[in-house]
């Protein structure tokens, strides 16, 4: 009798222990909606694609990828998020992003592109040295994305897929002409031509959050992005992407 009774004493015990350690181990409750804002520093190219599937295209499009090259932009905004779970949560928001290419000429060169025979025309006096041409395009971009997390601590893992509407705000040209004799001219002027007014841009990203205290999160996601949609209906036409480190500060509501 003695033997049965130690054995449920020692039952017990342990039943109160599991339930001690439980507590003490238990993560603590998911925030369940946030509100953020995120600055990435991007990493900004194009693709060409031959619309009318021409030769000359073709030949045009090889110059191109000769002289122009990925540029620096950027993506900023405000977010707000759900979380469903402490796994599993949806975000949306409103972003302003600069995408678009580069272009570098060293005259003389050999003159393809109907832009480059523009240029000689665009300054007066001598034929600079060296050109370089920016092309920004300023969208509006609405994403909208799944987010993965796991972890229990602090420090947690997330990933994410999600799609992004881009509204064209502004397509411009900034020239850079640099002369023999030391001046530098600058030009900037709107890109007369067709651009579509939207596109849809898949969007990927992984990274790690950080639980700085109740009320706030630091979020640092390698982003990728990629325009599905031809940004002009002309022979050769582009699609642009981007890749960049998002960093979003998240604030809890609750």
């Known amino acids: 009798m003695k033997q049965v009774s130690l054995f449920a004493a020692m039952i017990t015990s342990c039943a ?5 350690t439980t507590k003490t181990k238990a993560p603590a409750a998911f925030k369940r909606l946030l ?4 600055i990435s520093a991007d990493y900004c190219y194009r693709i060409l694609g031959n619309n009318d599937g021409s030769s000359s295209s073709a030949m045009i499009m090889d110059t191109r990828n000769s002289f122009e090259r990925p540029k620096l932009g950027y993506t900023g905004g405000v977010n707000l998020c759900y979380n469903f779970s402490g796994h599993f949560g949806i975000e949306t928001g409103v972003q302003y992003s600069n995408k678009g290419y580069r272009s570098y000429f060293d005259f003389p060169d050999t003159i393809t592109d109907p832009r480059l025979i523009l240029m000689y025309t665009a300054y007066a006096g001598p034929t600079p040295a060296k ?4 092309y920004n395009h300023v969208y509006l971009d609405v994403p909208v994305r799944i987010i993965f997390s796991c972890g229990e601590k602090n420090i947690r893992f997330v990933s994410s897929i999600g799609a992004t509407t881009n509204i064209l705000l ?4 900034k020239s850079v002409a640099e002369y023999e004799n030391g001046d530098i001219e600058r030009n900037t002027q709107d890109l007369q031509d067709d651009y579509k ?8 990203s992984a990274g790690v959050d950080y639980r ?4 706030i ?6 982003t990728f992005r990629y325009g599905l949609l031809k940004i002009i209906d002309t022979p050769i036409t582009g ?16």
């Open 16 to 20: 109160v222990f599991a339930q001690d």
């Open 170 to 173: 502004q397509a411009t040209q």
């Open 239 to 254: 699609y642009l992407w981007n890749a960049g480190l998002n960093i979003t500060c998240y604030y809890v509501i609750r």
């Open 197 to 204: 007014m939207l596109n849809i841009s898949p969007t990927i």
């Open 131 to 134: 050109v370089t041409v920016t």
């Open 35 to 38: 509100t953020g804002a995120n």
């Open 212 to 215: 700085i205290n109740d009320k």
């Open 217 to 222: 999160n630091l979020r640092a996601e390698p």
